[in-house]
């Protein structure tokens, strides 16, 4: 495939992590947030295998925080999400579905409560902060909303915790998953939660003093040596493997919770309010008609740029496969896909066509792992 270099400008905002990705070898960039963020540093198969045994640091400042603060935060943040928060504890991230109020999905960030008055929208690619801004000018909510300069760094990977045990100390060990708290370096306290978009485990620091934040993305490749630290990025393959969903890819704001597999963040039972609600019943009563659903091929490659259709033997389209790679652990292609009812069954046989070859492959559970 025919490749293009990537246009820079105000527009495309750079992180205070550019300079030094660049020098570590990056090699393709895709926009998040209207921010770069990395895509590849070389070979996908090789930073797989690196991630699944080593550590990694990534710039994923891209990942930005809509912070929302004041007496109505709370409420606001509830407005936007299916998840009921109500019972939620400071000091915790929550992975949250953000609806509008036909239930399409907004974003599916992660929400970390610093206290009652004071959140931060991990988000997503969209444009979580003109939907807070919308919604509390319209329903007068005293609440403030904004981006702060917060650019996350994260620390992926097996060996993330002995790495991050050298530098911060015996205290990091207590943080739980999704759980957060604030540690010190450089004279600066960093919050640092242990989260991140792979299933390697690790960390993600929300930087909030670029100068310090810069020493200790020095230093943790410093430290790093002796675990064989590289630069990485969120990994195509090792995502899809876990089924990790991204936004704009695997769903979107056509899609509702329930067809993107997320029932277990989907509270309409308990009484807090948020939009999409009577919808979400609605939906629930009368059973979704597509549903995401993993796929795999005996293929040894495969490249995707956009989404393909499935058909069944007749050449009706049964669903849409929309992020897939080739997986060195399973040796066949796999994907995410959006099937319709009745073939999202699993071992449901799907015809698909790349390049004028026709290809068959079937449908099966998510994660792959
Ligand atoms: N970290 C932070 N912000 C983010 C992401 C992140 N914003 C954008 C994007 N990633 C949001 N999407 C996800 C998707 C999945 C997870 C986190 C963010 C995730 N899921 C776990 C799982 O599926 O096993 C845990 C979910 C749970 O607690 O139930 O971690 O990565 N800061």
């Not at 306290?189 to 299933?199: F, M, N, R, T």
């Not at 449901?348 to 492959?361: A, D, E, R, S, Y």
Request: charged fraction near 25%; include cysteine; hydrophobic fraction near 35%.
């Amino acid at each position: 495939m025919k490749t293009y270099s990537i246009a820079k400008s105000r527009r495309v905002r750079s992180t205070p992590y550019t300079s030094r990705i660049e020098k570590q070898g990056v090699t393709s960039y895709t926009v998040y947030n209207h921010m770069l963020l990395p895509a590849a540093f070389g070979s996908l198969e090789d930073s797989y295998h690196h991630l699944k045994e080593y550590v990694q640091i990534w710039d994923v400042a891209g990942e930005r925080q809509v912070e929302i603060s004041g007496v109505d935060a709370a409420k606001l943040v509830q407005l936007m999400t299916c998840r009921d928060l109500s019972k939620s504890k400071n000091g915790r991230c929550y992975y949250c579905p953000l609806i509008d109020d036909q239930a399409g999905l907004i974003n599916d960030p992660v929400v970390l409560r610093i206290s009652e008055d004071r959140w931060w929208i991990s988000i997503a690619d969209s444009d979580v902060i003109l939907y807070a801004k919308g919604l509390a000018i319209g329903n007068k909510f005293n609440v403030k909303i904004t981006e702060p300069n917060v650019d996350i760094m994260a620390i992926q990977g097996p060996k993330s915790f002995k790495l991050m045990e050298d530098i911060f100390g015996e205290k990091i060990k207590q943080l739980k998953f999704f759980g957060f708290d604030y540690f010190e370096f450089g004279g600066d306290k960093h919050l640092i939660a242990q989260s991140g978009w792979s299933k390697q485990g690790g960390y993600e620091i929300y930087v909030e003093n670029t100068s310090s934040g810069l020493k200790l993305y020095d230093y943790l490749f410093e430290k790093g040596k002796q675990y064989n630290v590289k630069p990485g990025c969120p990994n195509l393959i090792e995502r899809i493997e876990s089924g990790l969903l991204s936004y704009g890819n695997d769903i979107d704001n056509g899609d509702n919770p329930y067809e993107c597999g997320f029932d277990k963040y989907v509270n309409i039972d308990s009484d807090v309010e948020f939009l999409g609600k009577e919808k979400l019943k609605k939906i629930k009563s009368e059973g979704i008609k597509r549903k995401l659903m993993g796929v795999e091929f005996d293929m040894k490659e495969i490249s995707l740029s956009g989404s393909l259709n499935l058909m069944d033997e007749k050449g009706h389209i049964i669903g849409e496969l929309r992020s897939a790679c080739f997986s060195p652990f399973f040796k066949k292609v796999i994907g995410i896909a959006m099937m319709k009812k009745p073939f999202w069954e699993v071992s449901q046989t799907v015809n698909i066509k790349i390049n004028g070859n026709n290809l068959t492959g079937k449908v099966c559970d998510l994660p792959f792992i």
